[in-house]
């Protein structure tokens, strides 16, 4: 079955340090996400890319970065300039306009 | 720009009762709406969706009505249950040459036995 696969679910990390977070989708969409949820809070977008080898920031990129290589792969990287990096990560891909988006079932990250 | 409003929360209701949670949205265009429900410590699914005017969509036992009129899209069921208990979150599409969706706020729904 096709689906979206983020991993791992849960990430540790030192303080400092920087991450990688993995999204891998097999729906052959060409559209691909990458949202930051706080407790209680909604969905804030950090980039997102509609074709292979581009991508735009959203809302918050600052501290983050993204690669999209392969359409199938959106990692997305945790530096150490992100100045609190601990939250729930969700990634998401679309086939485009009218479709909506499906989820992965996110990456809990918790830097101590 | 495009905006989507839903009712605050949390909502906690006992099982068995009806839900409504409101959603509107700016008309800008003609958008694709969508509700998506999110289970603790998961990520999002969607739950149902409508592409134009007077569309219904439903899922689940829950239901929702494209209302171009008063650019709303409601989410409903007639009966909820503790299963139910999860954060709702509205969202629009922007229309031709964007594929990034505009998400409400989120609801949490409680549902008590």
């Known amino acids: 079955d096709g689906g979206i696969t983020q991993s791992p679910k849960y990430l540790f990390r030192k303080e400092g340090q920087n991450v990688t977070l993995s999204c891998e989708q097999n729906?052959?969409?060409?559209?691909m996400y990458w949202y930051r949820q706080d407790p209680g809070q909604g969905l804030r977008l950090i980039y997102y890319?509609?074709?292979?080898?581009?991508?735009q920031k959203g809302d918050i990129a600052e501290g983050y970065s993204v690669s999209r290589e392969k359409k199938e792969s959106f990692p997305l990287t945790v530096t150490s300039a992100q100045k609190n990096p601990t939250a729930f990560y969700l990634c998401a891909s679309s086939p485009g306009t009218g479709n909506g988006y499906t989820f992965g079932s996110g990456t809990r990250l918790t830097v101590v | 720009g495009n905006s989507v409003t839903q009712m605050e929360g949390p909502v906690t209701l006992s099982e068995e009762a009806f839900l409504t949670i409101n959603c509107t949205y700016t008309?800008?265009?003609?958008?694709?709406l969508f509700w998506y429900v999110q289970y603790p410590g998961e990520g999002l699914q969607l739950l149902l969706k409508?592409?134009?005017?007077?569309d219904k969509g439903s899922n689940k036992g829950f239901e929702a009505t494209y209302r171009k009129e008063t650019t709303s899209f409601h989410l409903e069921k007639g009966s909820v249950q503790v299963s139910d208990s999860a954060v709702y979150f509205c969202?629009?599409?922007?229309?031709?040459?964007?594929?990034?969706?505009?998400f409400g706020k989120g609801t949490k729904l409680s549902v008590i036995p």
């Open positions: 409508a592409t134009k005017a007077d």
């Open positions: 890319s509609q074709i292979v080898n581009d991508f």
């Open positions: 969202a629009r599409d922007p229309g031709a040459g964007s594929y990034q969706l505009t």
């Open positions: 729906l052959n969409h060409d559209a």
């Open positions: 008309a800008t265009g003609y958008p694709s």
